[in-house]
């Protein structure tokens, strides 16, 4: 895979994980568009419609939600405190699945 390929995709599920995580703080409206066009993978034009808002209007209610979402993520830092956590995890699965025995430093 390329290396731009790899970073967009990296990217869209780092902001996917921010909206799993913060999506009750964002308003309704903010939900309703991201929710159509990043799941539903609805086009702009579509997601104005049936949100009845023009397509510009909904490209800035999805720019001010990744916004949002960059802005609680710097505030609170769940995203990143749980990438820490998991890394950590994996450390000890690793030490855990070693040969030998950790406590008596056989390892």
């Known amino acids: 895979m390329s ?6 995709l990296d990217k869209k599920v780092r902001v996917h994980d921010l909206y799993d995580l913060y999506s009750p703080l964002l308003t309704e409206k903010q939900r309703e568009a991201w929710v ?7 086009s ?3 997601v104005a419609e049936r949100l009845g808002i023009s397509r510009q209007g909904v490209s800035d209610l999805i720019g001010r939600s990744r916004d949002r979402l960059e802005e609680l993520e710097a505030l609170l830092g769940f995203h990143s405190r ?4 998991e890394a950590e ?6 030490l855990l699945e070693a040969p030998g025995d ?3 430093g056989s390892v």
């Open 102 to 104: 950790v406590r008596d």
């Open 82 to 85: 749980e990438a820490s956590l």
């Open 44 to 46: 702009l034009a579509e």
């Open 89 to 94: 995890i994996a450390g000890l699965r690793r």
């Open 36 to 42: 159509l066009h990043e799941f539903e993978d609805l």
């Open 3 to 8: 290396r731009v390929l790899e970073e967009k």
